[in-house]
């Protein structure tokens, strides 16, 4: 029997551990695994004893970004879509303080769990990147939690030219809050996580709903716009030879830019 993609480790009693479980996947989300993680955040939101969820992932990668094998087939694009877009709000909208504890790599979707924590301590091993317009993809959602924590110049650097960045440079960017050797990654997510319970759990869940309303847009809206230039972008031909072309190890072929 395959293993479970998703680990839950809810012993301590204010603070659940959540472990992405595909290490030999580098943890790609795949539907199953987005669709169990959108759970447990939602479950431990409505769990009035909890305060902290912390988001990990097993073996040497936190995430390298969508399962490509599912995103390659047309019939599961808008359930993929559609489930990356509830767990991002999922994760926007606990009442909990979010942390992710980053090593390795963090590319696409994985870089937009990191986006969306509330906090990120990385390894100082991490590279984070957005790299979908070289796969012939838009980075549509991402770019709703992106653009919340960088401006917009940044933005556009890491979306446009789809470049990793290490640590050091995303704690510069906005990315992340601390970096550690990667030996010291859980337990300094762990020591953030005891600060966080800190505050009072009512006056965390507002400032959360606050910090989202300052914004110009709810969250929901800028998910909702995202999701049709996503699934426009992964059912077009520049999508196909750019995942071809990264599963072949080879430079996509790309062809002239299209009529809007």
Not at 48 to 66: Q, S
Not at 105 to 112: D, E, K, L, T, Y
Not at 240 to 252: L, M, V, Y
Request: net charge neutral; hydrophobic share 50%.
């Amino acid at each position: 029997m395959d293993p479970s993609p998703l680990l839950v480790d809810a012993a301590d009693p204010a603070v659940t551990v959540v472990t992405l479980n595909r290490p030999d996947k580098r943890n790609a989300l795949s539907i199953a695994l987005i669709e169990q993680l959108t759970a447990a955040v939602r479950e431990a939101g409505v769990d009035r004893g909890r305060r902290v969820v912390v988001l990990r992932g097993a073996g040497p990668a936190f995430c390298a970004g969508l399962d490509l094998r599912e995103a390659a087939d047309p019939a599961a694009a808008h359930r993929s879509a559609d489930a990356l877009a509830a767990l991002y709000l999922a994760v926007a909208r606990s009442p909990l303080v979010v942390i992710a504890a980053a090593q390795g790599a963090a590319f696409g979707g994985g870089a937009g769990l990191v986006a969306g924590a509330d906090l990120v301590v990385a390894a100082d091993d991490l590279q984070i990147g957005f790299p979908e317009v070289r796969r012939g993809l838009v980075a549509a959602l991402v770019t709703c939690l992106v653009r919340r924590q960088v401006g917009d110049r940044t933005a556009r650097e890491l979306i446009l030219l789809g470049q990793s960045v290490p640590a050091a440079r995303a704690t510069e960017l906005g990315l992340v809050n601390r970096v550690v050797p990667s030996a010291d990654l859980d337990a300094a997510a762990m020591a953030l996580a005891v600060e966080a319970c800190r505050g009072a759990p009512g006056a965390v869940a507002r400032t959360k709903r606050l910090l989202d309303d300052l914004a110009p847009r709810p969250i929901e809206e800028d998910l909702r716009r995202a999701l049709a230039y996503h699934l426009a972008a992964r059912q077009s031909a520049e999508s196909a030879e750019g995942i071809a072309a990264f599963r072949d190890r080879r430079e996509p072929r790309w062809g002239l830019r299209p009529d809007e």
